[in-house]
């Protein structure tokens, strides 16, 4: 099954720091990035990466995210820090398979003040 599967969710202090991972189910997805959609608010782009290392950030999480790929085992994480109440969302792992675009189930993020 072609599927995006995320971890690393979790409650967090303000200011502290997660990790989270996107694992593709086979290597025929290209993982893309991140989006994250708040309670009562429209899905954001949060975070883009190329087939390279190519990144690219939402202006509210710039200098405090950072978006990486490890090719061989077909994953993308976004390292989070200096978090922020603002940062809660569900956040979802975006991929590109056959043209279409697909995304995970989704990861829980809690920033308490």
């Known amino acids: 099954q072609v599927q995006l599967v995320e971890s690393g969710g979790g409650l967090v202090q303000a200011g502290g720091s997660l990790r989270l991972s996107c694992v593709g189910s086979?290597?025929?997805?290209?993982?893309i990035g991140w989006d994250r959609q708040a309670p009562g608010k429209q899905r954001e782009l949060v975070a883009s990466?190329?087939?390279?290392?190519?990144?690219n950030y939402a202006d509210s999480v710039k200098g405090r995210f950072t978006i990486s790929r490890d090719t061989a085992k077909n994953t993308v994480y976004l390292q989070m820090n200096s978090l922020k109440p603002e940062d809660t969302a569900v956040y979802y792992c975006?991929?590109?398979?056959?043209?279409?675009?697909?995304w995970g189930q989704g990861t829980q993020v809690t920033v308490s003040s």
């Open positions: 086979t290597f025929s997805i290209d993982i």
């Open positions: 975006r991929g590109v398979v056959k043209a279409n675009l697909i």
């Open positions: 990466i190329s087939t390279g290392t190519t990144a």
